[in-house]
């Protein structure tokens, strides 16, 4: 397949270019556009040589925590002996991301031959696709496509007739968010409830049914085969040197006009959300603006100005997270949204420790109450203490995820929870006493 280079494109399109066309859902279209000719030529090469160029090419994980996937891949031990697992985490649970149904329902070859050339990078005999169930128009597509990638000989004995084997499932989650963290998948993968693991064992040690195992997020996957195809240094002409490439971003809110959009990794956050999204809707101001999906920090109006590279938004004091901005106009109520925000992670909490079981709901109910007009003078003292409680003391990091939206908007917006408090009676009252 031919690749775009940069000079040919003012807004890079390489995993976007083909949504929207209904023709490269078939595999008789996905081959018109040169598709699996870059897995045929990866069935015959080393396992460590593709390892090798998706490691040079710098990508890092798109599922949320930017690990860079060479690194990841290059973990898988080598002669074990033993079956080797790659699961393509389709669960996309994050609250504010919507880019990897969209990969799925237009271009589920693409992430079919993806998932097949990480297998053979990996050492991997079978590949198991964790889609959240509720993805059912998107899933048709998916299963259709796999169902005819096997009639060709292009997935199971034999991969286009390269003498290597190499099965793939598509496995329907029951959309619970926790099901999307890697350790909670693979439970749910083997028939258990989708609890996370305390690490060790690393997946790439013992991980579905006890075996080495990589998890990596669709858009990780689907960018594999343009860059194997491409080269490394191709793929750098995008992004920085620490955040090549390009990214699915998924902007929703109060914007006028909310979307997908790919972008070369490092343009201003301002100008994805005013130039391309047109901003809040009416001309109304941008309170506050959540970069990376639910569950990192809140950056005020007025510090959108930062790269949206990894390092860009680690500076800036929040992360890139899922590139999922979730845009809120001057008229939100930045408590009501908090509450929204914890109640959501009150309820996907699996429950086994107790900083998250038992924070997530208190938070919530401190939330509501000074939503209601009803906090106690000690509340926003507490809310701080239970941040503190949460962060990093748990088996995964929900619990911390519920902390970077909840302590930055007490950070930046305290005002607003001060002036709720001033309307409590039971405020009122301390503060005569
Ligand atoms: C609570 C929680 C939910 C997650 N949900 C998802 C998800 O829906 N999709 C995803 O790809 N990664 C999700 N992740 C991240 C995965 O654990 C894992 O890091 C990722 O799938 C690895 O793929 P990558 O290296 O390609 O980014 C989640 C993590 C946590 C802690
Ligand atoms: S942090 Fe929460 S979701 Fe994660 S394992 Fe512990 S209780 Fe479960």
Redesign the pocket.
């Known amino acids: 397949m031919s690749y775009p280079t940069k000079h040919a494109l003012e807004t890079p399109t390489l995993l976007s270019r083909h949504q929207g066309d209904p023709a490269v859902k078939t595999l008789e279209g996905w081959r018109g556009v040169g598709g699996y000719e870059t897995l045929r030529h990866a069935a015959g090469m080393a396992p460590d040589d593709i390892t090798g160029i998706v490691r040079d090419s710098g990508l890092r994980?798109?599922?949320?925590?930017g690990?860079p996937?060479g690194l990841?891949w290059s973990f898988m031990p080598k002669d074990d002996g033993k079956p080797h697992y790659l699961c393509c985490?389709a669960?996309?649970?994050?609250p504010g991301a919507f880019k990897d149904r969209e990969i799925i329902r237009w271009t589920p070859h693409l992430l079919i031959e993806g998932c097949l050339i990480a297998a053979r990078a990996i050492r991997a005999g079978h590949v198991y696709i964790y889609v959240r169930g509720e993805f059912f128009q998107e899933t048709v597509p998916l299963t259709d496509a796999v169902t005819e990638a096997y009639e060709a000989g292009i997935i199971g004995k034999n991969v286009m007739g390269t003498g290597w084997d190499c099965d793939l499932t598509v496995h329907f989650g029951a959309g619970a968010?926790?099901a999307?963290?890697?350790t909670g998948l693979m439970n749910s993968l083997m028939g258990n409830r989708a609890e996370p693991w305390a690490k060790p064992p690393f997946p790439a040690q013992a991980g579905a049914f006890g075996m080495p195992t990589t998890?990596?997020?669709v858009e990780?996957l689907a960018t594999v085969p343009m860059i194997v195809d491409g080269g490394a240094q191709w793929y750098r002409q995008w992004g920085t040197e620490k955040s090549p490439g390009t990214k699915l971003w998924s902007c929703s809110g109060h914007l006028v006009n909310p979307g997908n959009y790919e972008f070369e990794l490092g343009v201003p956050l301002s100008k994805i959300i005013f130039d391309v999204c047109g901003g809040a809707p009416g001309g109304k101001k941008i309170k506050a603006v959540i970069p990376g999906g639910s569950s990192t920090a809140l950056l005020a109006g007025d510090e959108l100005d930062c790269d949206t590279t990894y390092e860009g938004l680690q500076e800036a004091g929040s992360s890139l997270g899922t590139a999922s901005p979730i845009v809120m106009d001057e008229d939100t109520d930045i408590v009501a949204a908090m509450r929204r925000i914890a109640q959501f992670y009150a309820h996907e909490s699996c429950g086994q420790c107790v900083q998250c079981r038992e924070g997530t709901s208190w938070v919530v109910q401190i939330l509501q109450r000074i939503e209601a007009g009803d906090g106690k003078p000690e509340d926003i003292g507490t809310l701080y203490d239970l941040c503190e409680q949460m962060t990093g003391r748990t088996i995964?990091?929900?619990a911390d995820?519920v902390v970077f939206p909840l302590k930055s908007s007490l950070d930046k917006f305290r005002h607003e929870y001060e002036a709720k408090m001033t309307r409590s009676p039971m405020v009122a009252a301390g503060a005569a006493g």
Request: charged residues 25%; proline residues 0%.
């Open positions: 994980g798109r599922g949320g925590a690990f996937t990841k985490n669960d996309e649970s994050e968010y926790i999307g963290e890697e998890v990596n997020n990780t995964c990091v929900l995820s």
